[in-house]
């Protein structure tokens, strides 16, 4: 008895050659078009008026505080991702609670958010008129239009990275070898650090990385809750814009190089990933 | 266990990067926070300001600057951004933030000289090359196959002050006939492709996609394209008539209190004025409200023309505002975005 499926497929494969030379070429023409010139032309303009004028935009003092900025930025907000998204999936694949599905949802929220609706969210709670606000400025505390501001934006948007990519390989892998552990007179951390990370150390690593990516690229959020002050809330996305729209391309160029410089080296990592995962299968050790 | 080995070392090193970099001598720090236009003329002018008042004060000051579209920039410092001084594109963004937040008091205007508008603008054309569409005068945006660049005025005040001076120009040409003004300036963004947010992007637009063939902009702006961009391939078209555009500076009591910053703070207003502010300002093509001390070869580039003041034919701001920007107001009657 052949299916429906399986009759459409085998007559897929017996498609004439052309077509799928014609399919594949339009595949690859659309990447081309559409992710590999682009991606080119950024480089191309960074370049145009020479490598020293490339690395002079590097080392000018406006985007070496954007650099900064968005590395501190990061390197706040990915740990801290990292070490949610672990508590959190591990609750939600190895335990059963009331409100499980509402925590699942809560923890997508930031993916369906608009970015710049994420930011004005800061600055209603933190905006001198905000809930807190009056009680922000008693104390000489800034949050928005300061560097606080911008990370709790960042790690607003950055949250689902990590728990998203564990969440279905915990489920996955189920709670079995927690369980053997566990009667085998195993503590809960101990458990922890010796079954479960070990289990997931890969897909941990790929949501770590997709979530930096997005750290450091972050435009919409940051921009609302940034200011906008000059060698001091520019992150590195920001700093492009206001190098652009000072008719600086080739700085602003420069900088967006470093940006599509850390999404290809994100890509490559990633392909790293994939291959070690899947050639020494999961529970491998370090 | 790698994720501790791996990013432990790596926070602690940013911290420590970062901390090294925060880490300024005691100088007094103001932050201006300014619109999209000014940000090559307030770079020259902070380091010129630093220098005059080590020499007053003996202390040193850092500016901080912040820039992009007025209604935007008002509207952080209305929500908090802590700004010593603002210096926006138009007095109703100021008026704004008196309004909403006490900050400043009402009549901040008149605390400074010139309506508290040190250097003043105009509104010109933008024409490629040759000036292959014969744009001569606001008359011809109108024309069929024309296309016109101008910003959106819900969100950029150079916009505002574009679409003022074409209306004035109408008033003018029919004989105060509103109705004419509204016909004429509802034909003008009948040319209009795209409304970009603010002046430099519409800028950019106009000369770094190619698109329009006529951008309405400041004269400022415009000066500062033709340089960017080369003087062979842009030309400025002064039109007949036009507005006499006011930037206007304020300082912002409530944080020049907080911040300790009065003293440098009304310094910095006042060497707006000074011969070397004024200069500075020439230089980076804003009409200096004082000339007495500014080279006549600075001023030349500034062409003689009519301009009507937005208190004479509009009865000022918040009129204006109120008729033509809020929301039902004119503007929004007459723009229909598909067409």
Known sequence: MITPAARASRIAIKEPPWLKVVLTLSALLFLLLFVAMPLAAVFVEAFRRGVDMFFQALVEPDALAAIRLTTFVAAIAVPLNMLFGIVASWAIAKFDFAGKSVLITLIDLPFSVSPVVAGLVFVLLFGIHGWFGQWLVDNDIQIIFAVPGIVLATIFVTFPFVARELIPLMEEQGREEEEAAMSLGAGGLQTFFRVTLPNIKWGLLYGVLLCNARAMGEFGAVSVVSGHIRGETNTMPLHVEILYNEYNFVAAFAVASLLAGLALITLVLKKFIEWRSGDTGRGAPL | ?339
Not at chain 2, 16 to 22: D, E, M, P, T, Y
Not at chain 2, 227 to 241: A, M, N, Q, R
Not at chain 2, 284 to 301: C, I, K, N, S, W
């Open chain 2, 1 to 339: 266990m790698f994720g501790r080995r791996r990013f432990l070392p790596i926070l602690a090193g940013c911290a420590l990067i970062f901390a090294a970099g925060s880490a300024r001598a005691a100088d007094k720090t103001l932050l201006n926070v300014s619109y999209d236009p000014t940000r090559e003329f307030y770079q020259e002018f902070n380091a010129a300001f630093a220098k005059v008042w080590k020499e007053k004060a003996g202390d040193g000051v850092i500016v901080r600057m912040s820039h992009g579209g007025s209604g935007k920039q008002a509207r952080a410092v209305i929500d908090g951004l802590q700004a010593d001084v603002v210096t926006l594109a138009l007095a109703y963004d100021i008026d704004e933030i008196a309004a909403k937040t006490g900050f400043l008091p009402a009549d901040w205007q008149k605390r400074l000289p010139e309506n508290s508008a040190p250097y003043t603008s105009t509104i010109v054309f933008l024409v490629r090359k040759g000036n292959p569409k014969a744009i001569r005068d606001w008359n011809d945006l109108t024309r069929d196959g024309v296309s016109v660049i101008t910003p959106n005025p819900k969100t950029s005040g150079g916009a505002r002050w574009n679409f003022l001076a074409a209306w004035g120009y109408a008033l003018k040409h029919w004989d105060g006939d509103e109705a004419k003004a509204e016909k004429y300036v509802t034909d003008i963004f009948h040319n209009v492709p795209i409304l970009e947010t603010g002046a430099r992007g519409a800028t950019t637009t106009f000369a770094q996609r190619g698109l329009g063939d006529v951008l309405i902009t400041w004269e400022n702006e415009a000066l500062l394209a033709k340089e960017e961009f080369g003087t062979d391939t842009f030309e400025i078209v002064v039109p007949s008539i036009s507005i006499r555009a006011e930037p206007t500076v304020a300082l912002v009591d409530t944080w020049v209190d907080k911040h300790g910053t009065r003293d440098v703070a009304e310094s910095y207003l006042q060497y707006l004025y000074s011969p070397e502010g004024q200069r500075l300002a020439a230089k980076h093509y804003f009409r200096p409200t004082r000339t007495d001390g500014v080279p006549a070869a600075e001023l030349a580039r500034f062409p003689k023309l009519e301009q009507f003041t937005i208190d004479d034919v509009f009865g000022g701001w918040q009129k204006a505002q109120a008729r033509f920007f809020s929301d039902g107001g004119v503007f929004d009657k007459i723009y229909t975005p598909v067409r």
